[in-house]
């Protein structure tokens, strides 16, 4: 079946620590989008990539880093710098034909982060 | 002002009741709208796109109204099955980045 895969659905992290998300699809998307969703708040982008090897931050990138080594992967690491990281992170894909990026967006399942 | 803009309920309606959400967006070059679902706990799925004709999907009716930056998504004879949050979505184009801004949501809960 296809889809986006996110890695592990629960984590706990002791404060200070870096800790890496997975996201992973087989919808031969070629964008990728990290969110956070924090209670009472809308989704707020994190990063997102329209191509291998190449990314942008989005409105709340301050505190985090991804990479874009594959088409099929686009992992989020949760940087001890990030202020308040205990949130429901998002992965998400879209079609891309050229320039055109198409609206629908696929999501993965998330993964709920804990910082203790 | 956010960006978007939903009434955050919950609207607590008995089955068979017809409900509305309404949304509004504050930047009028957005181009394409949405309304998305989330189950509890779980990731947004798209209900439905908005077009500015106004487009029906079985029981779910969307409405669009550029001048006022108004959406708004009706739900007629509404099931158990439907309760969840109703995001409304707004897509806009930014040197070539497809952004979407998403509102904080509507909760819906549909009791028997």
């Known amino acids: 079946d296809g889809g986006i895969t996110q890695s592990p659905k629960y984590l706990f992290r002791k404060e200070g620590q870096n800790v890496t998300l997975s996201c992973e699809q087989n919808?031969?998307?070629?964008?990728m989008y990290w969110y956070r969703q924090d209670p009472g708040q809308g989704l707020r982008l994190i990063y997102y990539?329209?191509?291998?090897?190449?990314?942008q931050k989005g409105d709340i990138a301050e505190g985090y880093s991804v990479s874009r080594e594959k088409k099929e992967s686009f992992p989020l690491t949760v940087t001890s710098a990030q202020k308040n990281p205990t949130a429901f992170y998002l992965c998400a894909s879209s079609m891309q034909e050229g320039r055109r990026v198409y609206n629908e967006q696929f999501f993965g399942p998330g993964t709920r982060l804990t910082v203790l | 002002r956010k960006e978007v803009e939903q009434d955050p309920g919950p609207f607590n309606v008995p089955e068979g009741a017809t409900v509305a959400f309404n949304c509004t967006y504050s930047n009028s070059a957005s181009q394409s709208f949405f309304w998305y679902r989330q189950d509890c706990r779980k990731e947004p799925k798209l209900l439905m796109s908005v077009y500015s004709s106004g487009n029906e999907d079985g029981r779910f009716t969307a409405q669009l109204n550029r001048a006022s930056q108004y959406i708004s998504l009706l739900i007629r004879d509404s099931k158990l099955s439907d309760s969840a949050t109703y995001l409304c979505?707004?897509?806009?184009?930014?040197?070539?980045?497809?952004?979407?801004?998403f509102g904080a949501g509507t909760r819906l809960a549909v009791h028997p």
């Open positions: 990539s329209q191509i291998v090897n190449d990314f």
């Open positions: 919808l031969n998307h070629d964008a």
């Open positions: 979505v707004v897509n806009f184009q930014s040197g070539g980045y497809n952004k979407l801004i």
